[in-house]
């Protein structure tokens, strides 16, 4: 080969080396650029989703301080309520107990036929229905307050309550006792 020839071929195989050269240059520089990108990218979703996770992690709490009142106050209700039924026993047990009482040391009469016909032409009162608890045999605020609490939770309502108390207790403020009495049941 002749010395033009081995330059030419020289020139182009220095010519072609650049070029590969060249080429790898700009493929390393997109690599480079793509990686760029996707790190960029990796960054911005860990960004999103730990904000989204501290969102869902202060939703959770503030649903964990609200269900632990909730439970505080349903704490509370039951305490009430437990308390007002032991109440409620008290009471019965000490009219159950002046009954007897009553009844033992009550004087037996002999009926005479007159006082049966007077009684005949006098009508009977009325019984006390189920969901009504007897008469106690004392007039007083706590008895009548426990008795109210009684009806209330049996159903009965507001109206048919202060009919009862009105005409078995003589009380002050019947009203502020049952707004207390059906403000506790229905809370």
């Not at 195989?13 to 240059?25: G, N, Q």
């Not at 501290?54 to 505080?72: P, V």
């Not at 106690?136 to 009548?144: F, K, Q, V, Y």
Request: aromatic letters at 2%; a negative charge.
């Amino acid at each position: 080969m002749s010395a033009g020839k081995q330059r030419k071929t020289g020139g182009s195989a220095a010519a072609a080396a650049d070029k590969v050269r060249a080429i790898l240059e700009a493929a390393e520089q997109s690599a480079a650029d793509l990686r760029a990108e996707a790190a960029e990218e990796i960054e911005a979703q860990l960004t999103r989703a730990q904000a989204a996770a501290e969102r869902l992690s202060a939703r959770a709490d503030q649903i964990e301080r609200s269900l632990e009142g909730l439970a505080g106050t349903v704490r509370d209700e039951l305490s009430a309520l437990k308390s007002d039924l032991e109440e409620l026993r008290a009471v019965s047990e000490r009219v159950g107990a002046t009954r007897g009482e009553a009844e033992e040391t009550a004087p037996v009469v002999e009926e005479e036929p007159a006082f049966e016909e007077a009684a005949a032409e006098e009508p009977a009162p009325p019984a006390a229905s189920p969901a009504q608890p007897p008469a106690p045999a004392a007039d007083g605020h706590e008895g009548a307050r426990v008795i109210a609490l009684n009806m209330a939770l049996n159903g009965s309502s507001r109206d048919e309550t202060a009919r009862y108390l009105a005409e078995n207790f003589e009380l002050e403020d019947p009203e502020a006792l049952l707004d207390e009495v059906y403000a506790r049941v229905s809370g």
